[in-house]
């Protein structure tokens, strides 16, 4: 069995989706933290962290994080390690704490319906945000529901994975009401009205 998290890189969780894929969440691969230094990014780690989700079946990774919440070198160092691995990146930014917008749900909708080799068909994702805990769960959650997994058993595997994850009232109404809809497929997908970006 593989190691969750896998140690040496910025993976938080490797879930099995109910289709028997994989939906890994992490941090953004590469940042270091610390409380008395300005945070950084270490380029080993997010070559580490990109080849554990591209052995792990992968062939996606979408980044949630805004370009503000990190170092100025962290997308372009993304960026360049992803193409030589030969993982695909996808950026949908939702603001800390926040869950997606219309706009950004229908982004990853779009996204999701436009690849085979996806959770849903076999295959596995990656998300990441900054920590790995409120966005990237947010979303992880969200691949579960989509798979077919009831609101409240997407949520306690996510959190069974990493304490962390979902880590607002904003993100958990947020999943409470695309997993109504999703249940009612007659209804509208449009979840947000721009509630949670206010």
């Known amino acids: 069995m593989l190691p969750d998290p ?13 289709d028997g894929g994989r939906c890994m969440m992490a941090g953004f691969p590469g940042l ?47 960026r360049d390690t992803a193409e030589s691995i030969g993982i695909d990146l996808a950026f949908l930014p939702i603001r800390d704490y926040h869950a997606p917008d219309d706009d950004t749900y229908r982004a990853w909708r779009d996204l999701r319906a436009s690849r085979t080799d996806l959770p849903g068909h076999g295959g596995s994702i990656a998300v990441t945000c900054r920590h790995g805990a409120g966005r990237s769960g947010l979303m992880a959650a969200l691949v579960l529901i989509e798979g077919g997994m009831s609101l409240e058993a997407a949520v306690a595997t996510v959190r069974d994975h990493f304490a962390d994850a979902i880590e607002t009232e904003v993100q958990m109404r947020w999943l409470v009401r695309v997993s109504a809809r999703l249940k009612d497929e007659s209804v509208s997908l449009d979840v947000d009205s721009g509630a949670t970006h206010s």
């Open 6 to 18: 896998v140690p040496g890189t910025s993976v938080r969780a490797v879930l099995t989706c109910p």
């Open 32 to 78: 270091i933290t610390a409380p008395d230094r300005p945070d950084r990014i270490d380029p080993a780690r997010t070559a580490a962290t990109l080849a554990a989700m591209h052995a792990r079946g992968a062939p996606l990774l979408v980044v949630l994080a805004e370009a503000a919440d990190l170092p100025p070198d962290a997308f372009p160092t993304l």
